[in-house]
């Protein structure tokens, strides 16, 4: 069989610049490292085309995902770069368009006030060692009591509907082979696992949503993403 030098040649430069981001950390090789592998992005962009949003700034987008996929990636756990980058890639694009049209229409004022909640009951969580009241949270934003909850509920309930239907997301914007091999990658994971990455990455929602909705840490829950995801992407070498 013959060896395309050129394929060859970009496969050893990889490999190279990789090696040199893990050992140094230094930006200008994570730079390097994002330069290399910016292909996937291009790959990405132009397999979920959407209308309104241009090619270069879906490829920004899935830059986020390649840009943590370097600061993630662990040599040791048996998965090639440019698969675990892929994965990631493809789930930031697919959390960013998911995360523009929402399933569930919040008015702009209670997802203001849910997010300033969120951020109290987070804070006032760590300091207190237990989960803060939503009294403890209104008094900490200086707002009444029933607002938090207003705000809460709305945002509960677009969680839910999202929740209910990403089990069924299809993977729009495909390409029919990526499509296949994208549902064989998710039937490689338990129930969990599939619910967290189609929620992560299908509905837009949070690690410490999810955590709230399993009744678990945020920390557990980016612990089985991790590994949900490094299964994927096992699955689509």
């Known amino acids: 069989m013959t060896v395309n030098p050129t394929a060859e040649y970009f496969v050893r430069t990889g490999e190279a610049v990789l090696t040199r981001w893990l050992r140094t950390r230094a930006v200008g090789d994570r730079n390097a490292l994002v330069e290399h592998f910016w292909y996937l992005c291009r790959r990405a962009a132009l397999r979920l085309r959407r209308d309104g949003l241009e090619r ?56 203001s006030t849910e997010r300033r909640a969120a951020a109290a009951r987070e804070d006032l969580r760590q300091r207190m060692l237990r989960e803060p009241t939503t009294s403890e949270v209104a008094a900490m934003l200086g707002i009444a009591t029933v607002d938090v909850e207003e705000a809460e509920r709305a945002r509960r309930s677009q969680r839910s509907e999202d929740l209910t239907q990403v089990r069924e997301t299809p993977a729009y914007g495909l390409s029919t082979p990526d499509r296949v091999a994208l549902d064989v990658a998710l039937r490689s994971l338990d129930e969990r696992e599939r619910l967290l990455v189609l929620a992560t990455f299908g509905a837009g929602r949070t690690q410490t949503e999810l955590g709230a909705h399993l009744g678990c840490s945020q920390r557990h829950v980016s612990r089985l993403l991790s590994r949900a995801l490094k299964k994927m992407a096992r699955e689509l070498e």
Do not use: N
Request: net charge negative; hydrophobic share 45%; proline share 7%.
């Open 56 to 111: 270069e700034d879906a490829e920004q987008v899935a830059a986020l995902g390649l840009i943590k996929a370097a600061e993630y990636f662990r040599p040791g756990e048996g998965v090639p770069f440019e698969a675990y980058a892929w994965t990631m890639v493809l789930g930031e694009l697919l959390h960013h368009i998911r995360d523009a049209t929402p399933l569930v229409r919040v008015p702009r004022r209670l997802r």
